[in-house]
């Protein structure tokens, strides 16, 4: 039986609801997952019409997936779309809607291991002092640069803050991570200091009479959303004469290796930035690596 399009969709809703409820995915993760099952359905409309999502074999999988690759799918983007329909199939297989999982002989692509762009130590320091701190929307980049940097926390982690999670008199950040997993992340003095300022001088006339948790509101006194501050990080960055390529990311990625480069644990390290992996955090050891060789090659007589 073909189910219609609202049934199937009402499918996905119940097996995303199954994996927010058990695994506490992010709303990003899901819609990824939305997606990649949506392009699928799309694909079958379009070049099997008569097979629905539970008439699927093996071989209509492999000739999609062989399809994007021939038109430059890169293979990370394979995986997780492999990855989304495993998940789907074993769901209505263990909910009894399909006999046999047509993913369950499938491999997945080859990845190489992607190093995370990050900054020099250098280009952290233009990037921290572009922002005009004579005026309150600089102050507060300012201030939202230095502890994204000194705390390593995710884009969303720092917009999401409120006056509640900092603790000046003991320096320490109370965030909630992934998973609603919660870590306590020290802020170093100078992220205090710029801080204690900005909460004095800036945060007030951004606040514009309103009362808000948010501690970094945006200039309609609100939260900002992570686009929002994606957008002038790049701003900033594109004014400090920043090449390299960034991502909202970065600043944690340059947090992590440059805590590395000086002799920092890379179990601490895992600690600070909240992966619930180890493996996870080692990446970072690989940037290191790859940062020491360059110097090498570029300083040593032989290198």
């Known amino acids: 039986m073909i189910l219609k399009s609202t049934d199937m969709g009402q499918l996905i809703d119940r097996f995303l609801d199954e994996l927010w409820s058990e695994q506490d995915l992010s709303d990003n993760t899901l819609a990824a997952y939305r997606n990649d099952l ?3 359905i799309h694909w079958l ?3 099997a019409p008569k097979t629905s999502l539970l008439q699927v074999q093996r071989e209509d ?3 999609y997936l062989s399809q994007r690759l021939e038109k430059a799918a890169k293979p990370r983007s394979l995986a997780r779309c492999l990855s989304s329909l495993r998940r789907f199939y074993r ?3 263990r909910h009894k809607i399909m006999d046999a999982d047509p993913t369950a002989l499938l491999d997945s692509p080859r990845l190489g291991r992607a190093l995370p762009k990050t900054l020099s130590e250098s280009e952290v320091e233009k990037l921290l002092r572009e922002p005009d701190t004579r005026t309150a929307i600089g102050l507060r980049d ?5 502890v994204l940097y000194a705390c390593g926390l995710r884009v969303s982690e720092l917009v999401g803050l409120e006056i509640g999670q900092i603790n000046l008199r003991q320096g320490v950040l109370r965030i909630t991570g992934k998973g609603n997993k919660q870590r306590l992340v020290p802020m170093g003095e100078e992220a205090i200091a710029w801080l204690e300022r900005y909460l004095l001088e800036a945060r007030p006339p951004l606040l514009k009479g309103q009362i ?3 501690l970094f509101p945006s200039n309609r006194a609100r939260q900002m959303t992570r686009q929002t501050f994606w957008h002038a990080i790049k701003r900033h960055a594109k004014r400090a004469g920043i090449d390299s390529i960034l991502s909202p990311h970065t600043l944690r990625h340059a947090f992590a290796t440059h805590l590395l480069n000086h002799g920092a644990d890379l179990r601490v390290v895992q600690l600070l930035l909240g992966h619930s992996d180890l493996s996870t955090t080692q990446i970072y050891t690989h940037v290191a690596q790859a940062r020491l060789q360059q110097l090498h090659s570029k300083h040593h007589p032989r290198g």
């Open 38 to 40: 949506n392009g699928f």
């Open 45 to 47: 409309t379009k070049n």
């Open 91 to 93: 769901y209505l297989r």
């Open 212 to 214: 808000n948790d948010v």
């Open 142 to 146: 300012r201030t939202m640069l230095e």
């Open 61 to 63: 999988i492999q000739t």
